[in-house]
């Protein structure tokens, strides 16, 4: 079936250090696939997304290019803000009528000054 | 920010008392979500809504039940709430279901089942 694996946290990094966070995927057919972030209390806003192989999402200095070859979709940042201490989840949307997104279990980002 | 409010914002209840979260958008988006968190699941889908009457089941839906009489709201009831419930409630809307649609996401519910 349909799923999605991310690299388990927390991550804890200092400011200004690079950022990837794993995502891959399993999937039939051409998924679109998303990255969500979860500031603390808050719910899910979109932080990028890409809806075919070799499309790069970006956002707020964030990256993720969709690898059909690997069936993966990094999230990467060059250098990172104690701003951006959240909760980051990988998601596909598998298509059909409904739009059901399957998300990765969330990997908690921690950025110390 | 999409205008989606979720009410009330937190609960504690009851194990078997009857519970009832309310989604409210104000967008017109015909597709409507709820969604659980738990930690070391992510969100997981319970049931959607394509329209007005028109629902499913999602990956989690046993002991709950949805209704959407209004484009507008989307209701999601626990008829006799567990302490497996106990869970942060998400609801989504998107404006189509295809693919590439993005779902805009709600404040959530905290809900307690003690």
């Known amino acids: 079936g349909n799923s999605v694996t991310q690299m388990e946290g927390p991550v804890t990094l200092s400011e200004e250090a690079f950022l990837t966070i794993n995502c891959t995927y399993t999937a039939t057919g051409y998924p679109s696939l998303f990255w969500y972030v979860q500031y603390p209390g808050e719910g899910l806003q979109l932080l990028l997304k890409?809806?075919?192989?070799?499309d790069k999402g970006s956002n707020k200095g964030f990256e993720a290019t969709y690898r059909k070859e690997t069936t993966s979709f990094h999230l990467e940042k060059g250098s990172v803000q104690v701003s951006d201490s959240a909760v980051y989840f990988c998601a596909l949307n598998y298509g059909g009528s409904q739009g059901n997104l399957i998300f990765g279990k969330g990997t908690k980002l921690s950025v110390k000054p | 920010d999409a205008g989606i409010t979720q009410s009330p914002r937190h609960k504690v209840t009851e194990t078997g008392t009857p519970v009832t979260l309310r989604c409210h958008q104000t967008e017109n988006h015909r597709y409507m979500y709820w969604y659980r968190q738990d930690p070391g699941h992510g969100l997981r889908l319970i049931h959607y809504?394509?329209?007005?009457?028109?629902?499913d089941k999602g990956e989690v839906s046993d002991g709950y039940s949805v209704s959407r009489s209004k484009t507008e709201d989307f209701l999601l009831t626990l008829e006799s709430a567990t302490s497996s419930q106990t869970s942060v409630y998400f609801c989504?809307?998107?404006?189509?279901?295809?693919?590439?649609?993005?779902?805009?996401f709600g404040p959530g519910t905290r809900l307690t089942v003690l």
């Open positions: 809504s394509y329209g007005v009457k028109d629902t």
């Open positions: 890409a809806t075919k192989a070799d």
């Open positions: 989504a809307i998107s404006e189509m279901g295809t693919a590439g649609n993005e779902q805009f």
